[in-house]
């Protein structure tokens, strides 16, 4: 099983900074990460697949890039509605898992 | 619009059975890889099972193997899981995902998902 280790486990920051968020697998998932986001009492959204191509609808300040073990998600600039909990996954080969999550919380 | 909608989560005793159905509408159900992802309260995600479009295949998280059963039925568009052996580790909220259309295929990047369906297992 691939374990997907997240990074920081809590991110403070202010609307309108940048965030960077980090996801490292246990062994090589090639680019087939993919991103979530999550809030209270909702089903996650999927935001970023295939480590760097964003889903439908999902906004351009959300990018993710990385190939192998280590990828990151980055938010170019913070929005109020940005702050969340956000998920890796991987698909590379079964059984699937996600990682344990990084909180973007406001600072 | 795609929907998937759980149904059969509640209330069961620890070693007690329970099974979990998706009715899923909007979309080739048959064409879609599917799986079930839980979340524990207060945790993270944790995927749990998946299968293929034409089930000849199924997958399973180590923790509930030999337990759980994925299965399809893509005549009635219906995702299900049968639970058994229940433990108090196996609450959560369990959330029906559909897999990504890839490149003529599906591959399991979960852009659909159900509102989830709460599973308690306590005496």
């Known amino acids: 099983e691939i374990v997907l280790t997240q990074s920081p486990a809590t991110l403070s920051l202010s609307p309108g900074e940048g965030a960077t968020l980090s996801c490292r697998a246990s062994?090589?998932?090639?680019?087939?990460l993919a991103w979530y986001q999550q809030k209270p009492g909702q089903a996650p959204r999927l935001l970023i697949y295939d480590a760097s191509s964003r889903a439908t609808g999902i906004p351009a300040r959300f990018s993710g890039r990385g190939s192998g073990t280590d990828f990151t998600l980055t938010i170019s600039s913070l929005e109020p509605e940005d702050f969340a909990l956000y998920y890796c996954q991987h698909r590379n080969n079964w059984p699937l898992t996600f990682g344990g999550g990084t909180k973007v919380e406001i600072k | 619009e795609v929907q998937l909608l759980e149904s059969g989560g509640g209330l069961v005793q620890p070693g007690g059975s329970l099974r979990l159905s998706c009715a899923a509408s909007g979309f080739t159900f048959s064409s879609y890889t599917m799986s079930w992802v839980r979340q524990a309260p207060g945790k993270g995600l944790e995927w749990v099972s998946g299968i293929p479009a034409s089930a000849e295949s199924t997958h399973y998280t180590d923790s509930v193997k030999g337990r759980f059963t994925i299965s399809r039925d893509n005549s009635k568009n219906t995702l299900n899981l049968q639970m058994s052996s229940l433990r108090a580790e196996d609450t959560a909220i369990y959330y029906c995902a559909k897999g990504r259309s890839c490149g003529g295929t599906t591959c399991s990047y979960f852009e659909h998902w159900g509102q989830g369906t709460l599973v308690t297992v306590s005496s």
């Open positions: 062994q090589s998932v090639s680019n087939s």
